[in-house]
Structures are given as structure tokens and as C-alpha cells.
């Protein structure tokens, strides 16, 4: 999320960049991690955020093995590796210059709430077109 575009490209850049990253944290400091799978999906979704003029949403799924004794309600925290993540986008972009102008957040969806337009997007991505 950004203010000026002059300042947003950049950190979205840095951001998208480093999504892969973020999931290497997520099965490294993860418990659990052998009975889950974690995958980015590999688009930028343009968003609207009422303290920011430009934003971009990144899903990322986490989906337990069909063999995983996670089959069963389980809670993942990522806690630690969201706290990684950011410190990595901290030490490798211009965050501290302009700390109030651009910003990171985490959100938590459930598959069913998942907007259509990703949803749309994946179904092309998927079949290829």
C-alpha cells in the first residue's frame, strides 16, 4: 500500500519480489510444515484501502496433505513468519525513508471468501488461457 505512486511501484516491487521468500519462511518455521502445502499464486490484484491511494493483494494457499494428521481443524500460526517477511522487506528496501508513505498488511481468508475476480483469474490461470 502506498501513497504516491513514486513510492508505491517500488515497494510493490520489492513486495512481489519477495513473495517466494515469504514462503520458504512459512515452511521453514513451521511445525508442521512437512503436512502442508504452500503456494503463491502468482498475481497482483489491485485493491482499495481507505488510507492508501494504491494497494495490491498477493494470496498465497496453505493447504494440508491428503496424508497430514493436519486433516483435522488445525491452527497455523504464522505469526513468526509474517514478522520475518517484513523484516526482510525492511532491511532490503527504502521503507525507512518513507515509513509513513507505503505500508504492508496480512489478512486471513477462508477459501469460501476468496473474492471472484481471484477466483476468476485462477479458473484462466489453471486452463491455461
Not at 42 to 52: D, I, K, N
Not at 70 to 84: P, R
Request: charged share 25%.
Amino acid at each position: 500500500m502506498g501513497q504516491k505512486v513514486d513510492d508505491y511501484i517500488p515497494w510493490r516491487g520489492s513486495v512481489e519480489s519477495k513473495i517466494r521468500k515469504l514462503v520458504q519462511i512459512i515452511e521453514e518455521q513451521n511445525e508442521f510444515a512437512h503436512g502442508i502445502e504452500v503456494n503463491p499464486y502468482p498475481r497482483q490484484f489491485t485493491s482499495r484501502h481507505p488510507s492508501y491511494k494504491h494497494c495490491s493483494r498477493y494470496y498465497i494457499g496453505i493447504k494440508c496433505n491428503s496424508n497430514s494428521p493436519l486433516n483435522d481443524y488445525y491452527e497455523i500460526d504464522l505469526t513468526q513468519a509474517v514478522k520475518s517477511f517484513i523484516e526482510l522487506l525492511e532491511k532490503y528496501s527504502e521503507i525507512q525513508k518513507i515509513p509513513n508513505e507505503i505500508n504492508i498488511g496480512f489478512m486471513h481468508v477462508t477459501r469460501s471468501n476468496i473474492p471472484s475476480d481471484v477466483i476468476e483469474s485462477f479458473e484462466k490461470f489453471l486452463s491455461g488461457k
